[in-house]
């Protein structure tokens, strides 16, 4: 994952074959994943000035998304 500096987004991955973008946020530790995210989405998302603001503008709402995991603080088998 690309760590990122954002109050509410902690970490980014993008899989370029399949369009998806993980999302991890700092709140609750879930992770996102949201699908057919263009390529040039996610790279203007980790170099924009806010990436709050870009993430609440470009993509949430406007991508199929699903929740693949949730940190719960609770130690890893």
């Known amino acids: 994952m690309r760590y990122l500096q954002s109050d509410a987004i902690e970490?980014?991955?993008y899989d370029?074959?399949?369009h998806?973008?993980?999302t991890k946020f700092r709140v609750d530790g879930r992770v996102m994943a949201y699908?057919?995210?263009p390529q040039e989405l996610y790279?203007?998302?980790i170099f924009a000035d806010s990436i709050s603001a870009f993430f609440h503008d470009h993509i949430e709402g406007a991508y199929p998304v699903r929740e693949v995991s949730r940190d719960t603080g609770a130690p890893k088998p």
């Open 11 to 13: 970490a980014v991955t």
């Open 16 to 18: 370029e074959a399949s």
């Open 20 to 22: 998806i973008l993980r």
């Open 35 to 37: 699908e057919n995210v």
């Open 43 to 45: 790279d203007s998302l």
